[in-house]
């Protein structure tokens, strides 16, 4: 059997592109490579930090991330994600450039869980915050103008710890923040039938938020578990032993 090479990292087909931070990650959380079921690879892009990409105009950083998305991919990936749902705005750019496919935010996903809604419900955006997210970002991934969006509150404490990148974070406290503003979207836009989370720090919350709300929660996680799965499919194996019936075992063998 012969196999191809041309790069130098082989089986961490994903690629994550990285602000520049210091508050601490739990598990679920993009930055904590505990998170995945499969290796990936990350690169830190030195001047992007959250509060330049959240809340002032992210657009100068964007040759910044492109060179450290080429990185990613002459070590090997196959594919590139982004650490903040605000970079959406250099989808096409990056994925023209880069010459694999990107992943640049969780709001891409948008009009596919639309999509699998019944007729008069509608998908709900939770952001880290609303005060920011643009019409520029909801015209970069096609999301449907009127989409109800809520943010996780410009002075709580998720918010502020995340953007302000703190050294220390009360994980209950976010916890509830996140669970209390996707109440506040629930009961302010009752014709929910989902929920997106924008914010990639979100995702540890993704659980609890089902629970308050009883709706299905799409989030960076889902989203790169697809993508991945499309980087690298599973090999199933393929021989008669595999689709005949087993209509019993004796010993160990069939009968």
Known sequence: MKTTGGKTVFGATLGILMLNTRFPRIPGDIGNAGTWPFPVQYRVVRSATPDAVVRQDAGPLLDDFIAAGRELVEMGC??????????????EEMSEVLGVPVASSSLLQVQMVQRTLPAGKSVGILTISAETLSDAHIDAAAIPPGTPVVGTGATSHFTTQILDDASEIDFDQARADNVAAARRLVD????????????????????????????????????LLWFQAALLPR????????????????????T
């Open 78 to 91: 196959d594919g590139i994600a982004t650490n903040c749902g605000f970079l959406v705005p250099f989808q």
């Open 188 to 223: 302010d836009y009752p014709d929910i039938g989902a929920i997106v989370l924008e914010c990639t720090n979100m995702v540890p919350y993704a659980a609890d938020i089902r629970n308050a709300t009883g709706l299905p929660v799409f989030s960076i996680y889902t989203y």
């Open 235 to 254: 090999r199933f194996p393929i021989g008669l032993d595999d689709i005949r019936p087993v209509r019993g075992r004796i010993g160990g063998t069939r």
